[in-house]
């Protein structure tokens, strides 16, 4: 395998000749595929039917005699707080059960923000002008939170192990106005990535100009591995209770993808103090949530070995697409200088960089050959790729056979890019 970055201009034509050849005859199979969004499949979702059909009328009076069909229970039914506080390594009463979209939560968290504020600050921080530190790439999501909200979005790199502490360190301490970070610590979306350990201290101990400072610890994939057993992440309301910052992290969580996408809990935890600021604000909300979802769920699983040998039924579905991937990201593309991509060991998504400048052409050229791809530049706020090279690849959703395809597709869009790219530039 040549790098092509090394190579000659003739070199680059012929390569350039044979890559248009190959797109020709893909583009001529007259595909219809998607490797958009990171949903899980529906042999995934099958895995959840159980919940369809876990309780009856015998069920709906809970252990502590609370009718489970009648409003109230602010925080969730005493069960499925034990279970998502075992799951989000939380004690129970510092865990509230939402409805079905961690999403829904983080948006609340934040417009409670701009509107009230938050405990230990000075007020509602839209009359800060506040900033939210974005790891990039990172949830499309969580940026377009902010941009509703009003929140200024500052990109700041993710690496291997977490966001580039030093740069995240420097904004914290000296501006007042940096108010959040935005954190997905474990099987990062997009790139797969797991905070380490020192990650999660430095965040716990970085002095911070804003006394109300957050870590939007948004922990959606906490038990989402691919087969080869979980990474751990180190306790981080801990680690800020040990730094004397307890009320810096707000926690989320769902089951949306491991139940049913959408038709799940949502959960939030954090200090005792963040909690009950959550239900003195939700308590204008909602008269409860819906406590019969919850009973399903807890019934579901029963307790967290439950949650995780569901999690192996899912990773088994889930890894050999993962494997398609890169198997043809290997295949075609190692040692050629013109792509580099994460190998997650969970999570949804992969994350491809290409040639700066070619994510845009690789996208269009694999829509027109009928594969259709997360738009360049979603997982950066505003939408914006500052270098146009990164592209997230979601091969949950479709069955094996057609990642295979979308993939073979996906590499030759890249080829023929980035060669077109080199060959302008050796021109
Ligand atoms: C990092 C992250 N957080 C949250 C969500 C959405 O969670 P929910 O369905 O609970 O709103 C997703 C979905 O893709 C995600 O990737």
Redesign the pocket.
Known sequence: MIDLTKAGAAEIAQSLTRAKARYGDIRGRNLALDMTR?KPSAAQLDLSDGLLTNIGPGDVIDTDGTDLRNYGGLAGIPSCRKLFGDYLGVPAEQVVIGGN????MMYGALARAMTFGVVGGKGPWRDEAPVVICPVPG?D?HFAICEELGLTMVNVDMKDDGPDMDAVEELVANDPKVKAIWC?PKYS?PTGATYSDAVVDRLAKMKAAAPDFRILW?N?YAVHHLGRGLDTVADILAACEAAGCPDRPFIFG?T?KITY??AGI?MFAGSKANVKDALDHLFFETIGPDKITQLRQVKFFGDMDGVLAHMDAHAELVAPKFKAVDDALTKHLAGKGIATWTKPRGG?FVSLDVLDGCAKEVIRLANEAGVKLTPAGSCFPYGKDPFDRNIRLAPTLPPLDEVVQAMEVVCACVELACLDKLAADAG
């Open positions: 990171g979209s961690s999403l829904q949830y999501r997905v979306n948004d959606a769902s949306s996408a959408g949502a949804y």
